[in-house]
């Protein structure tokens, strides 16, 4: 079954147990995540990673592992990322079982109309399906609103608006972004706090300084002496995940539509496929990295974007040279091409 932005929140806090697939697909990824993430929490379980290509050549093995009971008692989520039209077999196996332990999220991006996985959630009754998309304007205020409440804080209209549009309504910066600022206040769900302008001033979460989402495309593109001068505005110890994470989107964007070009699909066709997701001034952007990276050079960048976010992650010092230099070196081999 298809669902809507107005009651997708409620099937992932309070999930039924006939639904056995959710399907999660669209521009959106970073809320894609977050609404599977959603349903992890309510069902106080584990995510087990499967991997697409796995389920594409033993179809059993997704209906296996969600009819298993866990080794550990806990209850678990399986969880695919990135899924396509490649696990259809597999997702009509887990439907027609008898009975499952666990059920499963698949993060799929963007789908086309045509797609077999889109048509077989949309349905059946014990899938879900939800298109996310990027939220503007008074959507965009009321998914940070809601974030914050999910964290403990209590923001009013213009304070989510102020906070939207410095993470480019991108819910992944805005959950980060919140997280750190309710440590600041000590804020939590049981007892929530009032988030104003000044604590954000206080916290530094304003991320518009060296426009974050906009170096990773310089980089990609190739423009080494904007990304220079980019990179030079960036105040010393600003927090550089949020800008590999940009990164990892980009990539998770332009490589599917890569592989369908190396796959034999018309450039053109590709990007007509893509021109509802996108926002006008990402698709001259989009077509000039398709020209500039193959599929085997994106998978390298995103295996390096990928380690250079662990060691963020867990390194007690500051890494901003190294994002510097792994930026850098990204648009030198844009360069060469």
């Given at each position: 079954m298809k669902a809507s932005r107005g009651n997708v929140g409620r099937a992932v806090d309070q999930p039924e147990s006939k639904v056995r697939f959710y399907l999660l697909h669209g521009p959106d990824e970073a809320q894609s995540r977050a609404l599977g993430e959603r349903l992890v929490a309510a069902l106080g379980a584990s995510r087990?990673?499967?991997?697409?290509s796995?389920?594409?050549s033993d179809p059993a093995t997704l209906g296996d592992e969600a009819g298993a009971m866990s080794l550990f008692g806990g209850k678990r989520v399986i969880w695919i990322e990135p899924a396509?039209?490649?696990i259809v077999a597999g997702v009509e196996a887990l439907l027609e079982a008898n009975s499952v332990e666990s059920p499963v999220v698949a993060i799929a991006g963007v789908l086309?109309?045509?797609?077999?996985?889109?048509k077989l959630a949309e349905s059946s009754p014990s899938a879900l399906a939800f298109a996310a998309y990027l939220p503007e304007g008074a959507d965009a205020?009321?998914?940070?609103?809601?974030?914050?409440?999910r964290v403990g804080l209590k923001i009013s209209p213009p304070v989510a608006a102020r906070i939207a549009d410095s993470a480019e309504n991108d819910q992944a910066i805005v959950f980060q972004e919140l997280q750190k600022l309710a440590l600041y206040l000590d804020a939590a769900p049981e007892s929530p706090k009032e988030l104003d302008s000044e604590a954000i001033d206080a916290v530094g979460a304003e991320l518009s300084e060296g426009d974050v989402p906009r170096l990773a495309d310089l980089a990609l593109a190739g423009e080494m002496a904007e990304l220079a001068d980019q990179l030079a505005l960036l105040p010393h110890g600003a927090e550089g995940i949020p800008i590999v994470r940009a990164l990892q989107?980009?990539?998770?964007q332009v490589a599917p539509a890569r592989a369908r070009?190396?796959?034999g699909e018309r450039p053109d066709a590709v990007m007509a496929s893509f021109s509802k997701s996108l926002f006008w001034k990402d698709k001259g952007l989009l077509q000039r990295l398709l020209s500039l990276w193959d599929s085997r050079r994106l998978a390298t960048i995103s295996e390096r974007a990928g380690k250079l976010e662990r060691e963020m992650m867990f390194s007690a010092v500051p890494t901003q040279e190294a994002l510097g230099e792994e930026l850098l070196a990204i648009a030198r081999a844009a360069k060469r091409r």
């Open positions: 087990y990673l499967i991997a697409a796995s389920v594409k396509g039209d490649e086309r109309k045509t797609s077999a996985l889109l205020e009321r998914m940070v609103i809601d974030v914050g409440r989107r980009r990539l998770l070009i190396e796959r």
